[in-house]
């Protein structure tokens, strides 16, 4: 933000969370903001004059919610109310939270700000998406500009969470602050940016690699899938958990970033780059920029190219939230924050007559679990029966406070019966209960069935014991866990036959063959995987 604060009014209170946003503009990045917000249980008016913007927002939102589907198991809010609308001024009626996402032209966008900022709520915040423009360009001539800044995101919105906060010479201190506070609830990370300038942070780093890249494919170095490769085999894969700085300080061994410069800063002398010459964008190189694009993406759709994308960035999301100790690592342990925080907003809504209730847990089988056979793959049961175990815990106070606070259950204990099969697409749900329990030990039973027809195609039973995690030695559960869990038994139904049938069974040993004969095949039976 711009140091100059003689020049800036002080902006009205904002509000303490956005109940309502508007999304003025519903293409590619507004259609992302608008799913981004009702993902997160806030009501959006839109307001896009363009005759396809109610198809392109159902798109976008549909590869959202199937993005979400698989990235957490979280419970998420009931997805807000979606509204369209005539006018502006409509729109932004109510809303906390407006974010503007029309084209990039800065004409266009002050005629839009200015009516936006006539008919906003005083208390109201105002963001742009502009990938360039400067904030102070934006403001000229507003009645309120205090309230007014840049919200950069990137795509997709709703899963890339981070957001560049810029304010102008007349944006109100107070107001970056607030967006940064009003963007975390939803899983986003806003960063302000100390000072304006053109482009921003994140542009004029992508813009260098650009250039360069342009460069590389004009002078014939290679064509447009090397450099993709170049990206994506190597350097990228590090990009996505360290960023820049982080990964040269490895490189720089024991001495680090110091050692570093010292041992590459002349380098930055040689003649290796073309970032001070702009390339020539004539018909001929755009022409063969596009030819090779086109063979490269031969039989893949926009949309499809884009549920691809979705689809691995959930997958690297998953795996930066492990991280190298289950606590999460840069925008995977901003994704745990996320989920942690639905955790206690859900326990926070869950009416007092419900709390001792038996909970299930459901999920929809991703592409990524499928096996060879077709079918989801074992490993993928047993994430699902931890899943629901880890529901149940939740559910009697065991969430991830009490685990920092120094206990947790561990499960000592695991038997898996596959009954049916699971395939791609099918929502599964577990439902739970408790077989017995005692100060130490939680005996759990799970039941996975298929929505769509109700057929089980899984059980498992699970013996935990409560652990002190500073020793590793099982200890007693305090008093209020084991209250809640009685209170869980209570509210469950009665155990049926199946679970009275299946609960404690064992693996029968398969009775021997029979010895063979002189002309029979002596070669075991091969054997396949569900």
């Given amino acids: 933000m711009d140091s100059s ?25 507004g259609g992302g903001w608008v799913a981004r917000f009702l993902l997160a249980g806030i009501d959006v008016a839109v307001f896009d004059p ?61 005629r839009i ?33 205090e ?20 304010g102008g010479r007349m944006t109100a201190p107070q107001v970056v602050g607030d967006a940064v506070r009003l963007l975390a609830p939803m899983g986003m990370k806003g960063v ?79 003649p290796w780059t073309k970032l001070t010459d702009v390339v020539d964008l004539d018909d001929a190189l755009i022409d063969e920029i596009a030819a090779q694009s086109d063979a490269q993406n031969e039989g893949l759709s926009i949309r499809r190219l884009e549920q691809i994308r979705d689809r691995n960035l959930v997958g690297i999301l998953q795996a930066l939230k492990a991280g190298d100790d289950g606590r999460g690592w840069g925008a995977g342990k901003l994704l745990a924050d996320f989920e942690k925080r639905l955790e206690s907003r859900a326990a926070a809504e869950r009416p007092a007559a419900d709390a001792g209730a038996p909970r299930s847990h459901s999920v929809r089988v991703a592409p990524s ?9 074992e490993h993928r049961y047993l994430q699902i029966l931890g899943d629901a175990t880890d529901h149940v815990l939740r559910g009697i106070g065991v969430d991830l406070a009490y685990v920092e606070a120094g206990a947790s259950y561990y499960t000592v204990e695991s038997h898996l019966c ?63 866990i084991l209250k809640r869990i009685a209170a869980l038994v209570v509210a469950q139904p009665a155990d049926d036959l199946q679970t009275r049938t299946a609960a404690g069974r064992a693996i029968r040993p398969a009775a021997p063959p029979p010895p063979p004969t002189a002309d029979q095949d002596t070669a075991p039976p091969s054997s396949t995987r569900g």
């Fill in 192 to 270: 302000p940016i100390a000072r304006e300038i053109d482009a921003f942070v994140g542009d004029r780093l992508l813009e260098a690699l650009w250039r360069e890249a342009l460069w590389l494919i004009k002078d014939g170095i290679c064509d447009v899938e090397t450099l993709d490769d170049v990206i994506r085999y190597s350097f990228g894969l590090r990009w996505a958990q360290m960023g820049l700085f982080q990964t040269y300080r490895i490189a720089g061994g024991e001495a680090g970033m110091r050692h570093f410069l010292g041992q590459f800063g002349p380098a930055l002398k040689w």
């Fill in 418 to 480: 596959h009954l049916g099969e699971a395939k791609l697409g099918d929502t599964i749900t577990a439902e739970s209960r408790v077989l017995s329990f005692d100060g130490k030990r939680l005996h759990l039973f799970h039941r996975v069935a298929r929505a769509g027809d109700g057929a089980v195609v899984a059980t498992g039973e699970h013996m935990l014991l409560h652990v002190d995690r500073a020793s590793g030695r099982a200890a007693p559960a305090p008093e209020t």
């Fill in 369 to 377: 679990w499928i096996d060879y056979n077709g079918h989801m793959t």
């Fill in 50 to 110: 363009h005759p396809d913007a109610r198809r392109i927002v159902a798109e976008v939102l549909a590869n959202a919610e199937a993005a979400y589907g698989a990235l957490t198991d979280a419970p998420l809010p009931k997805r807000g109310a979606l509204t369209f609308h005539e006018t502006i001024a409509e729109a932004v009626a109510g809303a906390d939270w407006i974010q503007e996402s029309v084209p990039e032209r800065i004409d266009l966008k002050r």
């Fill in 147 to 166: 309230r007014v800044f840049v919200a950069h995101p990137y795509n997709p919105v709703y899963l890339l969470p981070l957001v560049e906060i810029v």
């Fill in 5 to 29: 604060a003689s020049s800036k009014a002080a902006a009205a209170p904002s509000p303490a969370r956005i109940a309502r946003a508007a999304c003025i503009g519903g293409g590619v990045i």
């Fill in 113 to 145: 700000l200015a009516e936006i900022d006539a008919a906003a709520r005083p208390d109201a915040l105002i963001g742009s998406s502009t990938s360039g423009l400067l904030p102070s360009d934006l403001q000229a001539g507003l009645s309120h500009p």
